[in-house]
């Protein structure tokens, strides 16, 4: 199983700098603990952050992503504990509620 190294900010900034400097992520993994593939995937990263390279989303982007989905998983959660809640009150109540206007429009 491939490890996970949660590498500082700076350490990462530094090593981007490094490669925008002219080294090469190959030589720079020989030195450091990082590969040579993260290297790269940090720099194209930072490339994108500075828009300079438009073929993925910016860590920003990336960042409002993640909370988008965790956002539409808690809604979904709610939306159907609402459903079954609604579908139970009518079962025991025998009755269905009416339809908003909001709902006949649509």
Do not use: C
Not at 6 to 29: I, M, N
Not at 57 to 76: C, F, G, H, N, S
């Amino acid at each position: 199983m491939p490890k996970h190294h949660a590498y500082p900010a700076a350490f990462r900034e530094q090593l981007v700098a490094l490669v925008h400097a002219g080294r090469s992520p190959d030589e720079l993994a020989k030195e450091f603990e990082p590969t040579a593939q993260t290297i790269r995937n940090w720099a194209a990263q930072a490339d994108r952050d500075r828009g300079t390279r438009p073929d993925g989303p910016t860590t920003a982007e990336q960042r409002e992503i993640r909370e988008l989905r965790r956002q539409v998983r808690q809604l979904t959660v709610e939306r159907d504990i609402l459903s079954k809640a609604a579908a139970w009150f009518a079962r025991e109540t025998g009755t269905i509620p009416k339809a908003s206007a909001e709902d006949s429009r649509s």
